[in-house]
């Protein structure tokens, strides 16, 4: 994981995050291009990562694979409305565009498998009632328990983005607060406060490769110093 995180990180950054939808919200019989040509104002996956959740508009670098939805090219549901989306060859390529229109600019791979994520015991059968036992979202719910619910659609993705600026920034002020210093247990634990002070910098000179320069969180970090 390391060394994949390594290989969407340039110009000094270190750190991605995570992204996941679990399951990826497809309705049962409909097309790939249908179900993204329904996500273009938004991406249909979350933020795993702890900071603050926000529209993520922009990022330097992404991997995302999805799996789970039938690598062949179905036909449009009828009365769906044209798309580039729908001109594409290959799940793969789609994929591909897709990213590219939510994220121009940005460096994107993008990997389909057809096999679904398993999700029979001992996975946690903690899924609504809405989904069918492939993890297609159904017009109603099939009972009051989705203890049948065999296999889901994924898609999972890891980002290098400005909004790590702000993640990164904030860890960095907690460090610093005054009860962190208060701890003696931190330091006689065997961390000399000049080893701690040193890596305060490096976290705060590696938030600040995320900035871009147009947002406004920018000089969060500047307040505090030592």
Known sequence: MVHFADSLTFSGRKVVAAWAALPFPALAGSSLPDILSAHQQDVPWKLLSSWREQKVSCCFAQSVVLRGICKERPASCPGQPWSPLHGCESPEELLQLYLHTQFPGAFSTAHVLQQPCDTRPPFPQFFSPLLSRRGFLLGKAQGSSSAGVESIPVLAALQSSPGLHSLLSGLCRDLRAPHVRRCSSF?????????????????????????????????EDEADSD
């Not at 000399?192 to 976290?203: C, I, K, S, V, Y």
């Open 187 to 219: 330091f006689t634990a065997g961390v000399e406060q000049d080893d701690f002070q040193e890596a305060l910098e490096e976290l705060r000179t590696l938030a600040q490769c995320y900035q871009t320069g147009f947002g406004a969180d920018g000089s």
